[in-house]
């Protein structure tokens, strides 16, 4: 079995290296993620740019890029100038599942902002169609979620709430998650629609046309994958 540790540092170095000096900085959150905030620190370190700021989607990602000495701002009107994040499933037209670390919400209100949004990956994340093997992320109020549940189950979707431990997960937002099982057949853009028109529903993990460019590691090597 391949290193997906050491493929996941691959992927995110090269995406690391479009920092230029001065940017403004979207920072992704989960496992893919830090690696490339840990090569942006490394960076800014050496001296190799100056003068970047970063926006983070989590309070984890904020907490780390503090730690290595990347300063970091709010999310305001001001575009970013790139953002790096990593992607549950990636389909061939760069449409990403994201959420499964529990960031969705912060994660697209940030990277919506930026000019140029780049996904970092292991081969594993790539799938033929989304919903191929990882669920849709919902978040959802946490008042009356029993409600929204039932009006996302009238969809046709299935799934459970997140439910890690004895209590429910609950995102930075103070929200809860519902991972939505996707039917076999379905057009994204549809059901994504549908499911954002859901009482009770804050946001999908569907972040479709967005990515410019993916780096995608695997055995074999990094290779770049571009949005149609």
Same mark, same amino acid.
């Given at each position: 079995m391949p290193d997906l540790e050491a493929l996941k540092e691959q992927a995110a170095v090269p995406a690391a290296l479009l920092v230029e000096s001065g940017m403004r900085v979207g920072l992704g959150t989960g496992s893919t993620a830090k690696y490339a905030i840990l090569e942006l620190g490394r960076r800014l370190a050496a001296g190799e740019v100056r003068g970047v700021v970063g926006?983070?989607?989590?309070?984890?990602?904020?907490?780390?890029?503090?730690?290595?000495?990347?300063?970091? @701002?709010? $999310?305001?009107?001001?575009?970013?100038?790139?953002?790096?994040?990593? *992607? /549950?499933?990636?389909?061939?037209?760069?449409? %990403?599942?994201?959420?499964?670390?529990?960031?969705?919400?912060? @994660?697209? $209100?940030?990277?919506?902002?930026?000019?140029?949004?780049?996904?970092? *990956? /292991?081969?594993?994340?790539?799938?033929?169609? %989304?919903?191929?093997?990882?669920?849709?992320p919902v978040e959802i109020a946490r008042f009356g979620f029993l409600s929204t549940i039932e009006r996302l189950r009238a969809l046709g979707l299935g799934g459970r709430l997140r439910q890690p431990g004895a209590q429910p997960f609950v995102t930075d937002n103070g929200n809860y998650i519902f991972d939505a099982a996707l039917p076999q057949a379905f057009d994204p853009a549809t059901l994504e629609r549908q499911v954002k028109g859901t009482l009770g529903v804050v946001e999908t993990g569907f972040f479709l046309g967005m990515a410019e460019l993916a780096f995608v590691a695997s055995p074999e090597g990094v290779r770049e994958v571009r949005g149609r």
């Open positions: 926006v983070a989607t989590s309070d984890a990602s904020e907490a780390l890029a503090r730690d290595l000495g990347i300063p970091v @701002e709010p $999310l305001d009107p001001r575009p970013l100038d790139l953002a790096i994040d990593g *992607a /549950d499933e990636i389909d061939p037209g760069l449409n %990403l599942i994201k959420g499964l670390g529990g960031a969705l919400l912060r @994660e697209k $209100l940030t990277e919506v902002q930026a000019r140029r949004l780049v996904i970092i *990956a /292991d081969h594993t994340k790539v799938v033929s169609r %989304l919903g191929e093997k990882a669920p849709l």
